[in-house]
């Protein structure tokens, strides 16, 4: 098997392991709090993060001045979108939510190249365009069909692109196993503070498999991802996270009796392909500069 062959299965089964993550997350969240729940998954993948990195030898919680501050930026932007992400996700349907948010690879694109002044040529331009009239399409805006709770998702987008903009400029020798430790830190931490102001619920069997189950396919997301980029060209092997969208929608069916409309099914499409053509792009023009899971860190 070819480093480009292998490189697609680990990334799609790395966007399976994400979609069962957020799929337990909305079920656990039905019964539970979801500060109750983020602790408590956030709390467990922190713990399992430590000990990969002790294993690894790689877990480092001292950083240059820079790296430091971008961290910092960084853990604000994952936690905001862990909080946004999951309260949307409670309320609408997760094929809907997963579609908007194949829209993350356009949006970094654009802001890479507003904030950091990267190269985008005019195709990648009319494609990011194109794109966000896909996620117009999905969200519906002063039509029957709107969801305000998809404009939570798309401030989610936002402070996920923050998130990826910070990582993007972390230096070389910051392990990824200390970034997705102090993440996953973070958002435990931020759990903690929302405590006092949510009621606590009893865990039984059903929510303490669904929480472990979110807090190991997490991990195994993490962990794949990363086998992802590192066997195969990231211009080849990223445009399968868009898998994701496929597994979103069968397991809302399967697990939710979810099914997106016509419409969203439409725009969904609109954006897959205009982020399948801007990676073709970036890959012909040699510039791989908006993946964000060049470094990839999902906490969600």
């Known amino acids: 098997m070819s480093g480009n062959l ?6 799609t089964l790395a966007m399976a392991a994400f979609a069962i993550n957020d799929s337990c997350m909305k079920a656990v969240t039905a019964d539970l709090p979801l500060a ?6 956030g709390a467990l993948a922190a713990a399992a993060l430590g000990l990969i990195g002790l294993y690894r030898g ?5 950083f240059a001045r820079s790296d430091a501050q971008r961290l910092g930026l960084r853990s604000l932007g994952e936690v905001a979108a ?22 993350l690879p356009l949006a970094v ?5 507003l904030i950091m002044r990267e190269p985008v040529g005019w195709r990648r331009m009319a494609a990011i365009g194109v794109g966000f009239c896909g996620v117009l399409l999905i969200v519906r805006p002063g039509t029957d069909g709107f969801d305000r709770w998809s404009l939570l998702a798309l401030v989610s987008v936002a402070f996920v692109v923050v998130r990826d903009l910070s990582t993007r400029r972390l230096s070389p020798d910051v392990p990824s196993v200390s970034v ?18 949510s009621d606590w619920a009893v865990v039984g069997p059903t929510q303490s498999m669904l929480i472990i189950g979110a807090a190991t396919f997490l991990i195994a997301g993490y962990l794949l991802i990363v086998m992802a ?16 969208l496929l597994f979103s929608i069968v397991l809302g069916w399967a697990a939710f009796s979810e099914l997106p409309d016509a419409i969203t099914l439409m725009g969904a499409a609109v954006i897959v392909a205009t982020g399948i053509y801007t990676f073709y792009r970036e890959r012909k023009v040699g510039q791989v500069v908006a993946t964000p899971v060049k470094a990839p860190l999902h906490l969600r």
């Open 109 to 113: 694109t654009l802001s890479a190249a």
């Open 229 to 244: 980029m590192r066997v195969g060209e990231i211009g080849l092997v990223a445009p399968f996270r868009y898998t994701a």
């Open 82 to 103: 862990t909080l946004i992400f999951l309260t949307a996700l409670r309320h609408m349907p997760l094929a809907n939510l997963s579609a908007i948010m194949q829209a």
């Open 180 to 197: 997705a430790f102090l993440a996953a830190i973070s958002v435990t931490i931020s759990a903690v503070f929302l405590l006092p102001f």
């Open 58 to 62: 790689r877990l480092r919680l001292r």
């Open 6 to 11: 292998r490189g697609a299965l680990f990334m």
């Open 36 to 41: 109750q729940a983020i602790f408590l998954r």
